[in-house]
């Protein structure tokens, strides 16, 4: 692949809503990028103070995995006609957005419907007198991040320099909310599609700010540290990469980053993207890496739309990135943070042309996924569609 130009200068503008909430601007076109002008726009709403938030984390003892009880959430806007879009920017004689500006490169702003907070609200340490069921409030951040202002683009229409805007932006939030209190881990993703239940059609994905270690990291961080103590020291993502370079299911290879769907893919199209050099999160990418990631990235996207063929509706996936906790982790001994690799999971649930995979009983009863689709068939699909 061909270098593409150096990460772009960008500017950050923080500006705050009508209830509280913090909203930023990340911006790489003039004239706000030099400064000649100012993204921030009062937001003149008549809205009620931001709920402080009452979600409740409950410890699930037999699992060990936390469930976050958000039932506020209820009231969230659903598939709003397209002039009431609120991710659309505020003028054109519309009603006013959650974003006051009159147009927007990027923007991130906190959920008005959130799953955590920095204000929520604190609960008894346990619920009944019970001891057995620990009880915590929802601490942590929600955020929404509009990848362009355009409401009928995808992220696969994004050209190299707004994608690269995008990561600035993923990257900014990583570094920001790993200092919130409380918070283990930041996790970036996008639902893309109805089928995944997205409730707004606009192009945004989201960030998560956990207070604690997910399950799925968690039992990367213990495998790790299983292999590590098992070879002497090797690294498992390092021995993955290397196996999966070898091996028939490659999909793209950059010079800095690799795609490729894992030996055991859970979905039917499955694709992970990690850098070359190991890195635990997106602060650690070095440049030729930033710089050569929209390429790769928006190359990936744009063959997901292209596995089931011409004619077919956009395919839906869940983009999800994958970075270290920034918490302690010394339930996983003899591993560190920068053992972790950073890496971008890719995934749809279609099936085929029409048909979903659903989570049913053996994946939702018992975490057993049964994938229809060989990885390999599925590798050697999204080479074909290559652009
Ligand atoms: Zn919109």
Same mark, same amino acid.
């Given at each position: 692949m061909t270098a593409t130009p150096a990460a772009p200068a960008v500017r950050r503008t923080p500006d705050v809503l009508a209830d509280g909430r913090e909203i930023i601007y990340f911006d790489d076109t003039e004239p706000y990028v030099s400064g000649q002008?100012?993204?921030?726009? %009062?937001? @003149?709403r008549p809205l009620? !103070?931001?709920?402080?938030g009452h979600s409740q984390l409950r410890y699930d003892v037999l699992t060990g995995e936390w469930v976050t009880i958000a039932s506020?959430?209820?009231?969230r806007t659903f598939m709003p006609p397209a002039d009431e879009c609120p991710l659309d920017p505020t003028g054109r004689g519309r009603v006013p957005s959650e =974003? !006051?500006?009159?147009?927007?490169?990027v923007v991130v702003f906190e959920n008005r419907? !959130?799953?955590?907070?920095?204000t929520a609200v604190g609960e008894p340490a346990d619920i009944d007198g019970e001891p057995l069921f620990p009880v915590r409030p929802g601490i942590g951040r929600c955020e929404v991040v509009c990848?362009?202002?355009?409401?009928?683009?995808?992220?696969?229409? *994004?050209t190299e320099e707004q994608a690269a805007l995008v990561l600035e932006a993923w990257t900014d939030r990583t570094s920001e909310l790993s200092h *919130? %209190?409380?918070?283990e881990q930041v996790f970036c993703f996008e639902n893309r599609g109805?089928? =995944? &239940? +997205? @409730?707004? &059609?606009?192009p945004h994905g989201q960030i998560y700010a956990y207070p604690f270690t997910t399950p799925r990291t968690a039992l990367m961080l213990r495998s790790l540290a299983t292999h590590k103590e098992a070879t002497g020291g090797e690294n498992l993502f390092d021995a993955v990469l290397e196996s999966e370079l070898a091996g028939?299911? +490659?999909?793209l290879e950059g010079e800095h980053w690799l795609a490729f769907v894992p030996y055991?893919?859970?979905?039917?199209y499955e694709v992970h993207l990690y850098p070359?050099?190991? +890195? %635990?999160?997106? *602060? &650690?990418?070095?440049e030729e890496a930033r710089t050569e990631f929209p390429k790769v990235y928006l190359e990936l996207l744009r063959r997901f739309d292209r596995i089931f063929g011409e004619g077919e509706p956009p395919t839906p996936y869940i983009a999800a990135w994958h970075q270290a906790p920034f918490?302690?982790?010394?339930?996983?001994? &003899? +591993?560190?943070?920068?053992d972790f690799a950073l890496h971008l999971e890719l995934f749809t =649930?279609?099936?085929?042309?029409?048909?979903l995979k659903f989570l049913a009983g053996s994946e939702s009863g018992m975490s057993v996924f049964i994938n229809d689709v060989p990885p390999e068939r599925a590798a050697e699909r999204l080479r074909e569609v290559a652009s």
């Open positions: 002008a100012s993204r921030a726009t %009062p937001d @003149t009620e !103070p931001a709920d402080p506020h959430r209820n009231t =974003i !006051p500006a009159h147009d927007y490169d419907f !959130p799953s955590f907070t920095t990848f362009t202002s355009d409401h009928n683009a995808s992220f696969a229409d *994004l *919130l %209190p409380s918070v109805a089928e =995944i &239940g +997205v @409730t707004l &059609g606009h028939g299911r +490659v999909v055991a893919a859970h979905w039917p070359k050099r190991r +890195v %635990p999160d997106l *602060l &650690g990418l070095d918490g302690a982790l010394e339930d996983f001994e &003899g +591993v560190n943070r920068d =649930i279609r099936r085929t042309s029409g048909k």
